[in-house]
């Protein structure tokens, strides 16, 4: 898994346990739902820090509490 994928899981567990859609997360976190849509449908290959910053601002968490996670953990090497 890259750090693509794995933001969009993180994103869809962080949702699926705080029964939370996608576009209510937008709301929360004041951001476009655009942009949430193209992080899990996979077209932000690389959605940027400030970003992930408001969607955890929107899910009341912080930055460290979205990273730890076991996905992060296991990444693949991006640079090959």
């Known amino acids: 898994m890259n750090m693509a994928e794995a933001t969009k899981f993180r994103i869809e567990q962080l949702c699926q346990e705080r029964d939370l859609n996608f576009c209510r997360l937008a709301t929360l976190s004041g951001i476009p739902y655009t942009t949430v849509k193209a992080i ?5 290959k690389n959605p940027g820090v400030v970003t992930i910053k408001k969607i955890c601002d929107g899910l ?10 076991d996905v992060f953990r296991n990444l693949e090497q991006e640079i090959k």
């Open 60 to 69: 009341d968490i912080s930055v460290v509490d979205f990273f730890d996670s």
């Open 40 to 44: 899990i449908y996979g077209d932000s």
